[in-house]
Nanobody, 119 residues
Framework: QVQLVESGGGLVQAGGSLRLSCAAS????????MGWYRQAPGEQRELVAT???????NYADSAKGRFTINRANAKNTVYLQMKSLKPEDTAVYYC?????????????WGQGTQVTVSS
């Protein structure tokens, strides 16, 4: 089991910056990938960025060049630095982790943190 706790959301003006944090606890040694997803009202949850255990990153096109995902403290904290924020970035941002154990993948989600970008 992995528990994820996000922080850092809030209200920011367009063009501003925010940094989201996600602290993992529990079976963190089995985490092979962590990432951020977001869900706007009436929309499906979508990928924002991921980072795997080797440090390789992946970004949605909408995040490239503006957002940076990185990891600290081995596997237990992941950050999403967001710059040049736009109103369309407004959403609930969810931290995600995936573990792999005896051939089975398990997915875990945080409770979400609201990001609101005003125009």
């Amino acid at each position: 089991q992995v528990q994820l706790v996000e922080s850092g959301g809030g209200l920011v003006q367009a063009g501003g910056s925010l940094r989201l944090s996600c602290a993992a606890s529990g079976s963190i040694s089995s985490i092979n990938i962590m990432g951020w997803y977001r869900q706007a009202p009436g929309e499906q949850r979508e990928l924002v960025a991921t980072i795997d255990s080797s440090g390789a990153t992946n970004y949605a096109d909408s995040a490239k060049g503006r957002f940076t995902i990185n990891r600290a403290n081995a596997k237990n904290t992941v950050y999403l630095q967001m710059k040049s924020l736009k109103p369309e970035d407004t959403a609930v941002y969810y931290c995600h982790s995936q573990t792999h154990y005896i051939g089975t993948y398990y997915n875990y989600w945080g409770q979400g943190t609201q990001v609101t970008v005003s125009s």
